[in-house]
């Protein structure tokens, strides 16, 4: 592999920025001096983390404008999605630093003792493996609450968005965390195991791809270390035949193609009562000719590039493939360089790639149904569970099918989205582990029951 890592605008083929990769030494050394910032930060008292964290939301909203733009450049989002993504990330650090203090406060326990409690202390250097789709907010959501618990993070960022990840680095440094307590490290997958086996690392956790995470799980294995994994999936918008069907469809079709389709959580299969499939359909259709495609840097473009040649290669021997197995093509379907258009299919059926893979981009597909039994049955025929979306204006089927689905979050007629305020992971090959909410920023915790006996009053 070369020693140098490159930063690739998707969208004009230019090369951004090389960055040297870090060497064996320069990687122990790195996590020696994240072991010497974690001692400092640990016993750093949670007003003062809390303090520090929000000096980092306000250096997140004087550098917006560059920080959307840097993603735009390296990955290819549009600019509006990628002011959004900052903006989340803002609200994210601000909601942390204030509810750091209740959620880690410890937590009294009942027993026969004098006293016992239960309190939420740090572990060490937490190594966090993050995918390129959303790069500052997969960063942010992870790295601020395990950082409020007083862990030291170490990022190994994708490859096609380094320069995000040493903006990143600099902006939390600046916030005023101590120096290597957030680290972003240069280096590839190959170098992944010598970072996960060092003594000082106790965690770590991966945003990706199905083998991406049974990869680092291994190692997490092998070395003992605790390990979350949010995961890929082929998630389901069922549009019921009572649903709102305009709003149904205009979410189907936005969470389908938000950012290229390059979304875990994204409404990936279209699960339709067979009565309201040509509706649908025509929905579909007259959305997806006023959909704005073009420059990402134009405030109007609501989709552009996919982040990466090799990404639309495997979208396009996908569909292929679909098409070679009887499914029939909607609308889209034909690429231009990084480019991929917005694409429906229909006639799927659950023995083609929707059902046993994730197509990661602007690919819908239509799977119809004429029982609640076999609609179960499809949203639940996947191996993966992250995200559901189910539209019905029927109250008691809803909580009929509501414990039925097998995923870690259902959104009843709203699209598949996360909260700073909630926590968000998967079941079955989507992960385990939750980031955000209490749950989130106490998974990297050594939970430490304290009783204690025998003091005189």
Not at 379 to 388: R, Y
Not at 427 to 434: A, D, I, M, N, Y
Request: overall charge negative; charged content about 20%; proline content about 4%.
């Amino acid at each position: 592999m070369s020693d140098i890592l490159q930063s690739i605008n998707p969208y004009t083929g230019e090369v951004l920025a090389t960055f040297p990769k870090l060497n064996e030494e320069a990687i122990d050394n790195a996590i020696d001096q994240s072991a010497k910032a974690f001692k400092e930060w640990s016993v750093t008292g949670i007003d003062q983390r809390c303090e520090v964290t929000k000096a980092l939301a306000k250096l997140l909203t004087e550098n917006k404008r560059s920080l959307a733009e840097m993603i735009t450049r390296e990955m290819g989002k549009p600019i509006s999605e990628s002011l959004a993504e900052v903006d989340k990330c803002i609200l994210l650090v601000n909601y942390f630093a204030e509810q750091a203090p209740t959620i880690l406060q410890p937590k009294k326990l009942p027993s026969d003792f004098d006293q016992s409690y239960l309190r939420y202390d740090p572990i060490g250097t937490i190594v966090a493996v993050m995918p390129w789709n959303f790069p500052l907010w997969q960063v942010i959501r992870f790295a601020v609450p395990t950082m409020l618990a007083g862990n030291a993070v170490m990022l190994k960022h994708a490859s096609n968005v380094l320069g995000c990840g040493e903006f990143i680095q600099q902006l939390f440094q600046a916030a005023g965390y101590p120096l290597g307590s957030f680290r972003h490290l240069l280096i590839d997958s190959s170098q992944v195991e010598q970072v996960i086996a060092h003594p000082q690392v106790q965690g770590v956790t991966l945003t990706g791809s199905g083998n991406a995470g049974k990869a680092v799980a291994q190692l997490a294995g092998k070395y003992l270390k605790k390990c979350v994994l949010e995961l890929g999936g082929s998630d389901a918008l069922t549009i019921t035949e009572t649903a709102d069907l305009d709003t149904a469809t205009d979410r189907a079709f936005r969470s389908r193609m938000m950012n290229s389709g390059q979304t875990c959580i994204a409404a990936k299969r279209f699960i339709v009562h067979a009565s309201i499939e040509e509706q649908v359909i025509e929905k579909l259709k007259a959305l997806n000719e006023s959909w704005r495609i073009g420059d990402p840097m134009d405030e109007e473009t609501q989709m552009s590039v996919m982040s990466r040649t090799d990404l639309v290669d495997t979208v396009e021997e996908q569909l292929d493939k679909l098409i070679e197995q009887g499914a029939e093509l909607v609308f889209g379907g034909n690429r231009k360089d990084n480019h991929f258009e917005p694409t429906l299919l229909r006639n799927i059926t659950t023995d083609m790639l929707p059902f046993h893979d994730e197509i990661f981009g602007p690919v819908g597909v239509i799977v119809t149904y004429e029982t609640e039994a076999e609609m179960v049955e499809l949203i639940n025929g996947v191996p993966f569970g992250l995200g559901s979306s189910f539209w019905t204006q029927d109250e008691a089927q809803a909580e009929r099918v509501i414990p039925q689905i097998q995923a870690g979050a259902l959104a009843i007629n709203e699209m598949v989205k996360s909260s700073p305020k909630m926590p968000f992971g998967g079941v079955k090959e989507s992960g385990f582990g939750r980031e955000m909410g209490a749950e989130g920023m106490l998974e990297f915790t050594n939970m430490k029951t304290v009783i204690i006996n025998g003091f005189k009053k």
